[in-house]
């Protein structure tokens, strides 16, 4: 199976910045999709970013150029760094990993963005 396991979450203030990392372990295919999606408190998960081995990445409308996904193939380890962060971005951040309609969700990250 696989595991994915999430680092980076905290506090940040408006304008400010945080890099979110996700290692991904166990029977990795070398083709797959790895992404971050994110769940306020009453709200549906939503997608943020993914990125395909092949470099293809998916971005969501609300990121507006201040989102960046990457990912280290050779580690199976993904990143999002966040950049110019709102009040609204304030979630549960969830690493996914994707393979033929096969889900894997970490348990997620929490990130506040606050004065």
């Known amino acids: 199976q696989v595991q994915l396991v999430e680092s980076g979450g905290g506090l940040a203030q408006p304008g400010g910045s945080l890099r979110l990392s996700c290692a991904a372990s166990?029977?990795?295919?070398?083709?797959?999709?790895l992404g971050w999606y994110r769940q306020a408190p009453g709200r549906q998960r939503e997608l943020v970013a993914t990125m395909h081995t092949n470099g293809i990445t998916n971005y969501a409308d609300f990121v507006k150029g201040r989102f960046t996904i990457s990912r280290d193939n050779a580690k199976n380890t993904v990143y999002l760094q966040m950049n110019s962060l709102k009040p609204e971005d304030t979630a549960v951040y969830y690493c996914?990993?994707?393979?033929?309609?096969?889900?894997?969700w970490g348990k997620g990250t929490l990130v506040t963005v606050s004065s």
């Open positions: 996914n990993y994707n393979e033929y309609g096969l889900d894997v």
């Open positions: 166990g029977s990795i295919f070398s083709v797959n999709i």
